[in-house]
């Protein structure tokens, strides 16, 4: 019984907070614009707005599995991210499987979008799969290092382990600054948005998506700005020792590269490219050659 309410509660928790997080990002880019920036309320608003659409055009069965496979992607992965009070199936998944499946809503998108025939959305595809295999490289190479210092891949006991102990920021800093510095590409946020630039491809994926389906895609970036940071909390953090604090952990790892990124100009692909494999890439691999000496 206790397992039914946690597997349905920490997605439902996932969702409000990562709306939430939306709105942080988007006052964020408004104060460093010198906007006024959102409501409060504009997320859940426009989950409303998108899902009440009338016009909602699908071009098939893999198309709308796409979303399915995009959204529930990170629903399962919510219930391996063990939180305060909360560790749903975190004991019989581990760090590995959750990267896996963090996989998932990617090759989701690429699924539903190929069955649109749009050049853009194609193109955002492809931009959006060769940044995966950009950022992919430093943040394995970041939970190997991890998971070598702990011991362990069970993020229940990486959290038990840091709370009676040091944090891993304390113990490996060097991967702790390589996990960092590879956020904003895994949030597909500025710099790192190639796949959707708006100027160039027509929001790329989102070409052929509306009501339903683009708000599928909103409720799946509320997901992932979530799980990035409690994944990040959990493995260099110590995770949640109450709600309270585990949310102001959350909240600034996402909110400290974001705050970055916005300075910045939106890179091409194979600036992305060689971002990524050289500055986390390299100071992943030196975090890991200190911790293994």
Not at 139 to 166: C, K, N, P, R
Not at 178 to 203: C, D, H, R, S, W
Request: contains cysteine.
């Amino acid at each position: 019984m206790r397992l039914g309410f946690e597997l349905v509660m920490m997605p439902l928790l996932a969702f409000v907070i990562g709306l939430l997080m939306v709105l942080l990002l988007r006052r964020i880019g408004a104060r460093l614009q010198r906007r006024v920036g959102p409501p409060f309320l504009q997320p859940l608003y426009d989950v409303v707005k998108l899902y009440a659409k009338r016009t909602q055009v699908s071009h098939g069965l893999i198309h709308e599995i796409g979303i399915v496979m995009a959204v529930g992607g990170y629903v399962a992965t919510e219930t391996l991210l063990p939180v305060p009070g909360m560790n749903g199936l975190a004991d019989k998944g581990g760090v590995i499987t959750l990267a896996y499946m963090m996989m998932v809503p990617s090759l989701g998108l690429a699924l539903g979008v190929g069955q649109c025939a749009n050049p853009n959305g194609s193109i955002g595809i492809a931009r959006a799969l060769t940044a995966m295999l950009a950022y992919d490289i430093p943040f394995m190479l970041v939970i190997f290092g991890a998971a070598w210092v702990y011991g362990t891949t069970d993020l229940s006991e990486i959290i038990a382990l840091q709370q009676h102990g040091a944090w891993g920021v304390e113990r490996m800093p060097l991967l702790a600054l390589a996990g960092l510095m590879t956020l904003p590409a895994l949030m597909g946020k500025q710099p790192f948005e190639i796949y959707v630039a708006p100027a160039e491809i027509a929001t790329g994926p989102m070409v052929e998506m509306g009501g339903k389906f683009l708000g599928g895609l909103f409720v799946m970036q509320a997901f992932q700005l979530y799980t990035l940071g409690v994944l990040y909390a959990t493995l260099f953090l110590g995770g949640g020792e109450n709600w309270p604090l585990f949310l102001v952990k959350i909240f600034a790892v996402v909110s400290i590269p974001m705050t970055i990124a916005w300075l910045y100009p939106r890179y091409r692909t194979e600036d992305m490219l060689s971002a990524m494999w050289r500055w986390p890439l390299l100071t992943a691999l030196l975090g890991i050659a200190m911790v293994m000496i």
